[in-house]
């Protein structure tokens, strides 16, 4: 007999079909930082969130993750979540009445200061997701990330609830789960002790405005490539030039406006 495998992240994920205290989250360490996701499709989480590292730490209660499912806040016998554009058009749009009160779930408990707790909704018209934002998110006490669906949010509700917009990218995709996973994938890594070698955080892209050097490893040589012989060197100091270069090389070659500095 063969045990069950063990689903990552189900303990500290929750989402409820009734009101309650949002703070009050079992084998949650005090003080972790937390995530709220409001989505209309909470079975989508933790998803990748659950698994490997970001899982394990979940599970440890050194993050916590609250989904709040937006249809219990829909009208009627149906639960509408939404409506017809006004002024015309293809699509539908969540309702402003229904979004504020998820929004106003979300936000019981938390602090006012929206450096210490952003509330973003996840918009391809939003300022771009970058490692700078990810490192405030870590900084803080948690992040409220708002899912769209359909043609996207009553500008009222955003407005009401002052809700920052984030991009993932210039693309659209059919809703802001994958993006909010993303975002929140970024952002957990950089928690304490989630990866358990600092150093590795140190050392990636983005770190310090440049892309990473390659990576190499065994064996030394594969169908007639090798390792760079700096690299086998055992000179730490010449290695170190060498990675230095190799960053400013990629990121001149592949990304350079990240220099002279990384955008926010």
Do not use: K
Not at 99 to 112: H, I, W
Not at 153 to 159: H, I, N, T
Not at 195 to 219: I, K, Q
């Amino acid at each position: 007999m063969t045990d069950r495998p063990r689903s990552h992240g189900r303990l500290a994920i929750s989402a409820t079909a009734q009101p309650r205290d949002l703070m009050a989250e079992p084998r949650r360490l005090a003080g972790a930082w937390s995530a709220r996701v409001i989505t209309l499709f909470p079975e989508a989480f933790p998803g990748t969130l659950g698994l490997s590292l970001l899982g394990r730490a979940l599970d440890r209660g050194l993050w916590g993750l609250e989904v709040i499912d937006l249809r219990r806040f829909g009208l009627g016998r149906h639960r509408n979540v939404d409506d017809t554009p006004a002024g015309g058009g293809a699509g539908m749009v969540l309702r402003p009445d229904v979004v504020s009160a998820a929004l106003r779930e979300a936000a019981r408990g938390t602090p006012e200061d929206r450096a210490l707790w952003p509330v973003v909704y996840l918009s391809p018209r939003g300022r771009p997701f970058t490692q700078a934002t990810a490192r405030a998110w870590a900084a803080g006490r948690g992040v409220t990330l708002l899912c769209g669906r359909f043609e996207g949010v009553d500008e009222r509700a955003l407005e009401a609830h002052g809700v920052e917009e984030v991009s993932l990218g210039d693309f659209v995709l059919t809703g802001g789960e994958v993006a909010a996973q993303a975002m929140l994938d970024a952002t957990v890594r950089l928690m304490p002790e989630v990866l358990g070698n600092a150093a590795s955080l140190a050392e990636e892209s983005f770190a310090d405005g440049l892309l990473e050097a390659p990576h190499y490893t065994r064996p030394t040589e594969w169908e007639g490539r090798t390792i760079p012989e700096v690299l086998l060197s055992g000179h730490h100091e010449r290695i170190a030039e060498w990675r230095r270069q190799e960053a400013e090389r990629l990121t001149a070659a592949r990304r350079p406006d990240l220099r002279p500095r990384d955008r926010h």
